[in-house]
């Protein structure tokens, strides 16, 4: 379906039962609401389910120029009160695990329990200037340059040599992304820091990773280390996409969580 929310068109889904507890998705960079499909699945039985695409992504509007984290954000509270969620669980992985902690840090009031997946917290000049060399690929060559690219740095290479049917889904997502939606959300990713806003969360907070996702483990046992009585999930062999690298590890861990058995 498609919600009009914070001035634009938001594709988005809803399953499961209506009463039931609410949980969120916010997907990553250069996917869609797709990469939450067997997650919505194991979880539509118990819970009220909400995947959307974030702005520029998927079958949602890509307004040109470069995006902020205060307008992701705004799109997200935009979108649950388009729904009337008062609350709910929220879940993200990369882009939209900043989101999601950003959300929670920000609407204390509005959180039950949050999942931030595969995402260090903040930009650092390194991943800025990374981000903005990938600005320039897209605008001149569009996505098609980055499709190989991004699959190199999201998963390692044994992953890539085995070529699980995954990857062929990735790929499929990041070459029909929007160069818009792209752009708008790596100039976002290139300056951003929600490292406070995960710090002040009074939720449960469960950080997910998979365990070869570069420097992202090491960055997210600090953010875990910042919130006492947080969890911390390590997928092994897990790249960036650790949801589809260790599907039924990762679904385990996330309903053990949200059914507050890992609280």
């Avoid at 959300?103 to 959180?111: K, Q």
């Avoid at 997946?117 to 930009?123: F, P, V």
């Avoid at 449960?204 to 998979?210: D, E, R, T």
């Amino acid at each position: 379906m498609q919600i009009r929310a914070n001035g634009i068109n938001i594709h988005c889904e809803v399953e499961g039962a209506e009463g039931a507890p609410w949980v969120v998705f916010s997907n990553s960079l250069a996917t869609n609401l797709a990469m939450w499909d067997a997650e919505a699945e194991a979880l539509r039985g118990n819970f009220r389910v909400l995947r959307y695409d974030q702005r520029g992504h998927g079958g949602s509007e890509a307004p040109g120029g470069r995006y902020t984290f205060d307008l992701l954000l705004a799109d997200f509270t935009a979108l649950l009160d388009a729904f009337a969620i008062r609350r709910a669980h929220v879940v993200g992985l990369s882009m939209g695990g900043a989101t999601v902690l950003g959300f929670a840090g920000r609407n204390p009031d509005r959180v039950d329990r949050v999942v931030a997946c595969d995402t260090g917290g903040a930009s650092t000049p390194e991943s800025a200037r990374g981000w903005e060399e990938r600005i320039v690929v897209a605008r001149q060559h569009g996505m098609d340059a980055l499709v190989e690219p991004t699959i190199g740095r999201w998963f390692p290479p044994e992953t890539v040599a085995a070529a699980p049917a995954h990857l062929d889904r990735l790929r499929a997502m990041i070459r029909t992304t929007p160069v818009n939606g792209f752009v708008g959300c790596a100039a976002a990713l290139a300056d951003h820091d929600m490292r406070p806003a995960a710090a002040s969360i009074r939720s449960p907070v469960m950080f997910v990773v998979g365990e070869k996702d570069g420097t992202t483990p090491a960055a997210m046992r600090r953010l875990q280390a910042a919130l006492p009585g947080s969890r911390y999930e390590e997928m092994p062999g897990a790249g960036h996409i650790s949801n589809l690298d260790q599907p039924a590890l990762f679904d385990r861990v996330l309903l053990d969580f949200l059914d507050g058995a890992g609280a």
